[in-house]
């Protein structure tokens, strides 16, 4: 029996799918197949394409069409967000200093009595911001295309043309004046030939992935004292410590040893409680093995729980995420690298798009180390994210956002939450627009006529 003949026959009789998966990734070691040409449909021109449609990817649509520029916007899953959505994140950090595009969102949530204030941090009803974000997309003509996904670029010369997506309508072209990547993973600068980093220096080794999950069936002066949140104005210390005692009482021990459970409103609840050591985010079929076994484990904990009655005795998940929590995946190199020096100093920058309040934040790499949060020797002072961070150093016409600027690794477990990276997509946005209206490429853009634009 030939390998693919042993899969298809280890699949139909239950086979466990650890061996099925690792047996997949061999397929790499066959004779590659040999595609042949093929003329592929430029679908439409825009002025402003970004690719991937997450906090940073919505928030540079929002502001490249605000400005007047058409913007397509093309996302992987079937809603925008990313992983404030289809990864279920219910929790909105730094955001307390931002103006603008974070503030609106806010609003919004705030106003359909989806919001959860605990002093500077948000919590959020996923579905909501779900709905807010189609909203305001669609208020500002922002042309979305959803479940689509960029799988190659065309950058002829170093200039980036056009980005090319597979879905169900095939293979199809895009072509934009200025292109901005906020896939979170870099995807479309990779494709066009940008360089970029990956993992801590030295050891290559990322930020572990997490799956997420809604639970609900537990009431919040049950459970004050396991919630963050809840627990300290309460004068309870240490709710993930608490939880996990009591995640080990029901004869369970957490893969990510400070689970959290956040409370989002009305009994509903998010928990994260999963860490996915050594697998990277672009690479399918170990996204697919961490996705398997962070959903078992998630069940597994909140079934373990339920067992001791008590206050957990009604405990469901309602949801796990529909996309795993990516921490980190490339950082693609651009004009200036923000680094844990720029952390350490406080770095200021005449061409600063955002200030970054957040500390350094790096889940462990190693489980045989630590499963928390790993101390490491650098103490972030407020830093300045510039404009330089985000314009692709190998490609024209390219902007990033996100995620995945160009950063090192321990600068990247700082600025990466949600309210910077909102405040990056707006910058990028504003700058794709001004870029694609006055002819020239993103880096010849001096930053007080992008800043102005931002004002507006
Ligand atoms: C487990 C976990 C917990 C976290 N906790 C917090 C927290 O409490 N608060 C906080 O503020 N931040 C938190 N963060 C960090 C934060 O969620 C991310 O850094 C942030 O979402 C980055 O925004 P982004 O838009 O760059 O990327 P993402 O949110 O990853 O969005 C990228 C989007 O691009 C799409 N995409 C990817 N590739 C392609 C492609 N090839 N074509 C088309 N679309 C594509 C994806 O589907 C996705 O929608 C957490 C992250 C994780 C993983």
């Known amino acids: 029996m030939n390998r693919r003949m042993f899969l298809h026959t280890a699949a139909a009789i239950g086979a466990a799918p650890r061996l099925l998966l690792s047996a997949a990734n061999e397929d790499t070691v066959m004779k ?58 219910s929790w909105i950090l730094d955001s307390g200093n931002k103006k603008g ?16 204030r605990y002093g500077g941090d948000v919590g959020y009803d996923v579905e909501t911001m779900k709905l807010v974000l189609d909203e305001l997309c669609l208020a ?13 670029a065309h950058a002829p010369d170093g200039r980036l043309g056009l980005a090319i997506t597979e879905s169900k309508s095939g293979r199809q072209a895009w072509a934009a004046d200025v292109f901005v990547d906020a896939t979170g993973d870099g995807d479309l600068a990779a494709r066009a030939g940008c360089g970029s980093d990956y993992g ?18 537990i009431a919040p002066e049950g459970v004050a004292e396991f919630v963050r949140g809840l627990a300290e104005p309460k004068g309870e210390r240490n709710p993930k410590g608490r939880l996990k005692a009591e995640m080990e009482r029901a004869g369970v021990s957490p893969s990510y040893a400070q689970p959290t459970l956040f409370y989002i409103r009305d009994g509903l609840f998010c928990m994260m409680a999963n860490h996915e050591y050594g697998v990277a985010g672009t690479n399918a079929a170990q996204l ?24 957990w005795k009604d405990m469901r998940i309602v949801a796990t995420a529909e996309h795993i929590g990516v921490r980190e995946g490339r950082r693609v190199r651009g004009l200036y690298q923000v680094t844990a020096d720029d952390l350490a100093s406080g770095a200021r920058h005449d061409d600063a798009v955002c200030r970054v309040n957040f500390p350094v934040d790096v889940h462990s790499t190693d489980p045989k180390q630590d499963k928390g949060i790993t101390r490491e020797r650098v103490r972030a002072k407020p830093y300045d994210i510039p404009y330089r961070a985000l314009v692709a150093k190998d490609v024209t016409g390219l902007l990033l956002a996100g995620r995945c600027i160009s950063g090192d ?15 990056m997509g707006a910058a990028a946005g504003a700058a794709a627009a001004l870029a694609a209206k006055s002819n020239r490429p993103p880096c010849e853009l001096p930053w007080p006529e992008v800043q102005k634009t931002l004002s507006l």
């Open 32 to 89: 590659p197949y040999h595609e042949p040409a093929r003329d592929v449909p430029v679908v439409e021109r825009a002025d402003v394409l970004v690719a991937g449609g997450g906090p940073a990817g919505v928030a540079a649509a929002l502001a490249a069409a605000r400005r007047g520029a058409t913007t397509r916007l093309i996302e992987a899953n079937g809603c925008l967000g990313g992983t404030w959505t289809a990864g279920l994140l």
């Open 101 to 116: 595009i974070i503030k609106e969102i806010i609003a919004e949530l705030e106003k359909r009595g989806a919001v959860a």
């Open 140 to 152: 500002a003509g922002v042309r979305v295309q959803l479940h689509t996904r960029v799988a190659a």
């Open 200 to 217: 801590r220096e030295g050891t290559g080794q990322a930020q572990p992935m997490s799956v997420i999950c809604l639970v609900t069936g």
């Open 288 to 311: 697919t093995e961490a996705t398997l076994r962070g959903r078992a484990e998630v069940h597994k904990l909140v079934n373990a729980l339920r067992t001791l009655g008590g206050v």
């Open 409 to 423: 690794f321990i600068a990247h477990s700082s600025y990466r939450v949600t309210g910077n990276a909102v405040a």
